[in-house]
């Protein structure tokens, strides 16, 4: 099973550094954008089910920690679970469970969701692009990369997965030219797709960054 631990700054490449520098600071773009493969985007902009929880006690204004969010989880996962104890190879099941997770922001248990879902669903590539991009948000670009260019395996034209791996191309390994491949080709592909213009923004501002050694202006854009 691949490495998710998420790591530390310390063990981060110079290209994540750079990364999460330029682009966090001038774009605004973070993880947050990133959308779940069953996922439109405009379901993904009105919030994810972790806000539709049952309410955990939390002072006024406070966000909620990880292990409240992780109690919300438990809480939605509950019942789905109670379900598979009859069926505990169910695919649907297993990936409603994975998301409950996901959307709280526990990401390895919905990955282990996800995996154990695409052992009967191999070919799923919206529970695939779910999986990639949960290991994305735990810092392992490597295996994310290799996850969406599995899920588009089997739809080529998939819109989150093009979305997501052109985002983890760029944060994650400063590759510009793949993900504006990935861009161009979501475009192409969907010319209805609905966040078009997000789209086009991320592409304007990937160009402005196509010559930058990755690493080598970390420091100096932080202000």
Not at 28 to 33: A, F, K, L, R
Request: contains cysteine; hydrophobic residues 40%; aromatic residues 8%.
């Amino acid at each position: 099973m691949p490495d998710t631990k998420n790591p530390s700054s310390q063990n981060w490449t110079s290209v994540q550094a750079y990364t999460l520098a330029v682009i966090c600071l001038l774009v605004g773009v973070g993880g947050g954008w990133l959308f779940r493969g069953s996922q439109s985007p405009a379901v993904a902009a009105a919030g994810n089910s972790a806000t539709d929880a049952p309410p955990v006690a939390m002072g006024a204004g406070a966000q909620p920690t990880p292990d409240q969010l992780r109690r919300m989880a438990d809480v939605q996962a509950a019942p789905v679970l109670e379900k598979l104890k009859n069926d505990p190879d169910n695919a649907d099941l297993l990936a409603t469970v994975g998301n409950f997770y996901y959307d709280a922001q526990q990401y390895q248990p919905a990955i282990d969701y996800y995996q154990h879902a695409l052992k009967s669903r191999r070919a799923d590539a919206a529970i695939r692009t779910d999986m990639a991009t949960a290991y994305w948000y735990l810092g392992n670009a490597d295996t994310a990369i290799e996850e969406f260019n599995k899920a588009l395996t089997y739809e080529p034209q998939k819109p989150n997965t093009l979305f997501n791996l052109g985002i983890v191309k760029w944060q994650g390994k400063m590759d510009i030219d793949g993900a504006l491949a990935a861009w161009q080709k979501l475009l192409d592909t969907n010319p209805n797709y609905e966040a078009r213009d997000k789209v086009e923004q991320l592409m304007a501002q990937a160009k402005k960054h196509a010559g930058v050694k990755p690493g080598t202006a970390a420091k100096s854009s932080i202000q």
